[in-house]
């Protein structure tokens, strides 16, 4: 399905893009070969993948929480499975333990696949909708509800931290998770709190109590400092 992608979402510098289609179009490969690494490379940087985690593979790279990795091998093993299954799923655990290096990764698999992707994070959103252009909140709430695979970043409960601020924005946030999970659109989330009834705090943890049961799944995150191994 064809969507429409807003540069509201994406952080990547349009240099640095064109750096890496340059040194992909420069290099010995044959056509068809250049042909594929660059289609990859734009489908990437639509998906607003950060860079850093373009070459990183989990297979070769990832060191961290076991269970984790196991996660990542079951859900990429059979992508159409997962799209069709259509869950949520919250990485919860401290900083620095893979979780956004695993969703960038299932996120990669799901692009090789044919699947539309989108990473953001939570302050991302919420500077959007809420203080963006008109036309910038309107395609960023549709392609948030709509994109195949999102993915979710840094969702910290400082945002529903208060009555007015949790108000301000769980409505949105809820509009946009309840109409993915009507929809089986899948949807990963990571938190740095130790379990997501931390994260979903406030007005927004009433509402999307319901979800949690029977939407949004807890993969519990465990281990040290992952980037203190790299």
């Keep these: 399905m064809s969507i429409h992608r807003t540069k509201s979402l994406n952080n990547i510098s349009e240099r640095k893009i064109e750096e890496k289609r340059v040194a992909i179009e420069n290099n010995d490969d044959s056509l068809e070969v ?12 639509e998906s607003n993948i950060p860079l850093e985690y373009w070459n990183l593979e989990m297979e070769k790279h990832f060191s961290g929480d076991p269970n984790l990795l196991q996660f990542y091998t079951d859900y990429t093993s059979d992508i159409k499975t ?4 259509g869950k949520g799923h919250c990485f919860a655990g401290n900083y620095g333990l893979g979780k956004t290096m695993s969703g960038c990764n299932i996120l990669k698999k799901c692009i090789r696949k044919g699947y539309s992707c989108l990473y953001t994070n939570l302050s991302d959103i919420v500077s959007v909708i809420t203080g963006g252009p008109h036309e910038d909140r309107y395609y960023a709430k549709k392609e948030l509800t709509s994109v195949d695979f999102l993915f979710i970043d840094e969702w910290d409960n400082r945002f529903m931290a208060n009555e007015a601020a949790s108000d301000l924005y769980a409505r949105t946030l809820e509009t946009i998770i309840r109409t993915r999970a ?4 899948p949807t990963l989330f990571a938190t740095n709190s130790p379990n997501i009834v931390e994260a979903f705090t406030g007005n927004l943890k009433n509402s999307l109590s319901s979800l949690k049961n029977g939407y949004i799944v807890e993969v519990p995150v465990f281990g040290e400092d992952f980037r203190g191994k790299k």
């Design 34 to 45: 250049k042909t594929i690494k660059l289609n990859l490379i734009n489908r990437y940087y």
């Design 82 to 85: 997962s799209y069709q299954e």
């Design 182 to 185: 009507q929809n089986n659109m």
